[in-house]
């Protein structure tokens, strides 16, 4: 089944920041027989921060990559900035400059410096001047605190160093809004904090943010809207301090009990 498109919030393509930066309509998507996402939709404000919870195979991390255009949907619509990103003519790479990524595995080139790691997109993709990239690197690592590290190789660094450099990564490509899958799951204890700090000086900075994460704590200080997904669909969502106080649903009660 082909995705179903609808018409563009704003004439001519436009988008414009009182509209929703993400905005999710009825989307579906199988693997074989499975139906994973099962009639999602919710919408994204410019700044705003979503964070998406729920239990092992709910759905989570297929649904943020189809943001991202690296699954496909099956039906609904995803369009970021007015544009349906599940359009056979979509350019992926343009929207990927406005959709960074960060994974759970760093995803790191391993015989590349952190400086490396963080210029080649913009550099070998973008096609930018090297010098101007090169002072952007040097500031984006800085900005995750890793000055002094811009010549170490990746087998070099800890996990949550990694973790940050692909973090300066997605950000050398200037993108409106930042995706999170489960970044600080494959960290020790330890360097999860690093990680969290980051991530939290973007949503200071006013970076629009979707995280799917089990940081619980992380989730209820940073958020502006929580979701809770079991089997394909939204369960339950609110602010966080609703959410996480007074839950409503059974499924989300039981969730949270077991977690918190």
């Known amino acids: 089944m082909q995705p179903t498109t609808k018409a563009d919030p704003t004439p001519g393509g436009l988008w414009t920041p009182d509209k929703p930066l993400i905005q999710l309509t009825d989307v579906h998507k199988s693997f074989g027989a499975f139906e994973v996402l099962r009639g999602i939709s919710f919408d994204v404000m410019k700044g705003e921060v979503v964070c998406i919870i729920g239990p092992s195979g709910s759905g989570k991390s297929t649904l943020i990559r189809c943001i991202n255009a690296l699954v496909p949907i099956d039906a609904g619509s995803i369009q970021v900035e007015g544009q349906e990103v ?6 992926k790479l343009a929207l990927r400059r406005k959709v960074g990524m960060v994974f759970q595995q760093y995803n790191l080139f391993p015989h590349r ?6 210029m080649m997109a913009p550099v070998h993709v973008l096609r930018q001047d090297r010098d101007e990239v090169e002072q952007r690197a040097h500031a984006l690592l ?3 605190r890793l000055s002094g ?6 087998g070099e660094l800890s996990g949550g160093q990694q973790q940050r450099v692909a973090i300066a990564r997605a950000l050398a490509m200037r993108p409106d809004v930042m995706l999170f899958d489960e970044v600080t799951a494959a960290l020790d204890p330890e360097t999860v904090k690093e990680v969290l700090i980051t991530i939290r000086e973007l949503v200071e900075e006013g970076m629009t943010c979707m995280l799917v994460t089990h940081e619980m704590g992380f989730a209820r200080e940073i958020a502006d809207q929580v979701y809770f997904t079991d089997r394909g669909v939204i369960v339950e969502h609110g602010a966080p301090d609703e959410f996480f106080s007074a839950p409503k649903d059974e499924r989300t009660q039981a969730f949270l009990s077991q977690i918190l």
Do not use: G, R
């Open 86 to 91: 599940h359009d056979p003519k979509l350019d």
């Open 113 to 118: 410096t952190a400086l490396q790691n963080v």
């Open 142 to 144: 800085k900005k995750v």
């Open 149 to 154: 590290k811009e010549n170490a190789y990746p």
